[in-house]
């Protein structure tokens, strides 16, 4: 049984994290943390928990973390893993980080977008991005896993494929995207309380936001050129799942099926994507509280367009469902335990 | 006091006409029709209505209908209007059709997309487009209004001052549009069943949808130039709203400013529509239970890109207040008597 | 045209009260204040109102207050009022005060369920409780009105004429009352936020809710008997509404149709009373965005059971709504004015 | 392994079956069938299980069903079930029935109720009340499991220890109970409609609901008293869960603290029920997904009054969760398999 903790278990992301890891045949939590008044245990501030684990969740603490666990989970605000990342490891730990702290290589670009200074330059080069469908190998011997962000997720599970076959227009990508509110995390502001998000739909830091350039990163890496892409956030009146709507320009002229036979070999071995037939296009209730990529492929032969739909949880192959997959592949389990 | 009837009271587009028209101070409904088993007194299919107006609502009968109507609103399913518009227009009065029938002046089209012989090709001619912002003065002397289809207004006003402003490329327009459930109509099908809807988003109709040929019309004619659009609706877990997140290229640079510049001057003296001031885009909640239009307009340098962003009512300015909106202009009314 | 003036004008009340008194045609708003950080228009608080209103929200300062209105509008929260109250009325103005401080006429009571000591005990006796199918006579003259609770206000509605008629036993009392997120005002809670009340019901404050002693006052008072009921609130995933389903034992054998009648002729004239027919219960959609009050009425004879089901709008009937009626009486303008 | 089938399986209690058993060790679903057009793949009509199950689903069987499963789910609408039941049980198999067919062993009663005549009065008297917690001794020999309704699962557990422990009076029981809309089952009926359901909240069937006999025949026996109680569903604008809040009257004093004592002895060694401690309350989501009951204990002195509050997932445990429940019981695996 491998011993793993959470740093940030009082969040959306971390109650997640619990979730599934309960669930898991070889793994036990062995310690929980986060930024709380007074320590208390977990099943108070989930008692959905009540009767399936007995755990108190306090202010982390390094001399606990390390003597209690293998694998850290760090599911915290953005710009605090930092401080904890290098610790962890310095102690011979594993860590799966599920910030954007160690995503952009370029720090300049992280710093702009996160406005703050990045301490500990050094780790970034070291950490690996945690798309298994593009990474597995590297992440089998990560130790610092930098779990990907939920819009790229599957911004990037959708594209990558059409980048790699080279047949669309690279300077033509505008990805509209819509996100149930557990997206936002568990904050408490004016703008995420239900009379405002219910009944509503808004777009947001259009252009702006901080999931942009972390898909330009990764998508330009795919594509060996600079890409800029365009990116639109909106904000659902769900409570989870992200729908992804991508409109590309193509190349040269393919059918919706040819276009599907190359995402099919793509994504041949996957366990969680699911490439659908001609016609079919995914829906968020069929990925929510699932780790599967849905995938929607069509064409328009008069408009020369690739439409590309995405559906994930992102929850779960959006964060949670991911890092335990990244788990997974670290430490040779089943790549689907506890998320099937 | 104008003598007004509906054809069709008993869907969402006529539940919310009798609404608008019960606040309006020279209008009076003397005449409820519908598809319905038995006629019933229109408190009691919407209970709502109890203590605003007593009238009964019963199968359409021409005679009926003539002898106490000046002006017929028909809310009815597409290719039913085209059997009563050419009776009531022979009797003298004057009709706005919700409906798609007389629409798209490209009668082929209208078979194609509705999949039904149009049997009143000849009315479809003297049609006016029912879009104030565009056509005011037609809408004047019109005997016939062809009420705009809910995605298509808000597309067409959004892009519209692009096009006559000739600032973007014509063959570079996606329209990603999200919509509430009574968009659909009252409908009893399974997908719109509330466990279908409620925490779910799809996408439905990419680019097959009967709305988009009505755009590019409308938004050729604007262009001069025979446009060709990409149009993907999309389902929303809300009940009223659609908000459509419009990707553009800019032909040359313009910034944010300069575009909503050009965008009030263009809506100068309109009633309806709310250009909002730059880094402001709209939200449902803002326009829903109203006429409004609102207009969000975002320029990234960089990328050479427009987004616009449009919110409106599917059932006011999507449907019935811009019907009333254009009998108002038709009788010579305050255009916005019932509609602020 | 009667000035007026909202205190408070940031909140959903406020937002309410602006929405209805637009349509009102003897009324003009003439200043809006709340607690903000810098004064703003008040299109830039609720952009909704932008193209129908153009005033400043502010910092409340009495001077401006008492120069510009004639009538004020207290729409605070909750022990704010007492500070305004007494400096208004002062100065030969009339306030109607949506908050609690002048509706409990037991200052005791008052402090312990809203834990602070009551600073206007003198202006406490004059107010009058603004229930107009109760209270109308009073209303016309007063120039205090305490706008009642909006669980109480369907409470009372529900309950009165069976205590007026005595045929309902007066120690089994059990209210089950559920109202939208609205409810609760416009605060920035964890509870309040979108992902805990979306997909989610729970009670609150079981017999412990400060609207309990207000509904134990106002029908004490109709029974000539000191009552105690039994109130538990619900918190509802809906952003508008309370549905209240009331428990209550028959004394003597009377059937559905029997208690609607008596229901009918004491609500006789009521014009936001619907009393509906026999086996037709209320709805919330019924009465959302409206300032009726519906009501339906349950028999069980082998149980002895009388099951009132009753449905308001938590902003018009319980708070906005229910003001303006309170205004329309206070000065004679048609009751429904503005509210139809 | 156990081979099972599902008969109903494309209703929402068959949806939910097959998701719990994908993830029970012991368990291989070896049959599919449903009332439906054309055989499919289970994967066209539940896309969510694409990559999870590759099965057809068929209209059911005889032969196919006996000589593949073991034991059999029934997951039908009510009256359906009775033609099955005797067959399956006469080929030496044993059945889980979902429905209300052998649940009511006054079979007038259930004529009446439902509507049609019984035709297999035999198996009534052999089939056993599903509820584990008061029929578990029953259950581990028991060749047909009449799974209790959720409405009743929930009141039932709720009052079955105030009624043991006799210190409530047993002529004041009033259930309101709240269900979400798949509690409906997958009916495609006005009614169902997203824009019916969404933002809007209803009581039906007062007094009259099928499940009120079914908590009567249950409660009775417990009491050993014919008790008639008072419940009133409600129709809740959410997906899953039940929560009923219930209106007791204590016989003696007692303070919250002893009730919930007596709660949790009676309570002491069940796996999925949990009673919350002073002063705590259920909410939806804290059991939806789950197969716990969770119960609120709330004495109020000064009423003499008992405050039950109860929730459950009306699809887990008030479903299909409870019947796997039932299933592990009977075949000796662990009761908590493939639920937690």
Redesign the interface.
Known sequence: MLNVGIIGASG?AGEELIEIL??HGSVRITYLAAKIDKPDNITKI???F???IDLPCEEPQLNKLLSRCDLVFLALPHTQSMYWVPRILEAGKKVIDLSADYRLKNISVYEAFYKTAHTDKANVKKAVYGLPELYRQEIRSADLIANPGCYPTAAILAIAPALVGDFIERD?I?I?A?SG??GAG?????E?????????????K??THQHMPEIEQELSKIAHHLL???F?P?L??????I?E?I?L?LKRPLTSKQVIDIYQRFYKKE?FI?I?EEG???????????N?C?L?I?V?K??R?L?L?CAIDNLQKGASGQAVQNMNIMYGFSETEGL?
Chains 1, 2, 3, 4 share one sequence.
């Open positions: 959306y309960l669930r989930f008692p959905k009540k009767g399936r033509c505008f509209d819509k509110a557990s568990r904050k408490i502001i004016q995420l309380t239900f009379t405002e998000v219910n009944e509503n739909l808004k777009a947001y259009i252009n800029k892409i365009n639109v909106h659902l009146a769900v409570n989870r799942g729908l709507t409109y320009k366990p699911r659908l079919n296009n995914p829906q968020l209730k069929d990925v929510i509280y699932t599967f849905d929607g069509n328009d008069d408009r367009a439409v739909v099937l």
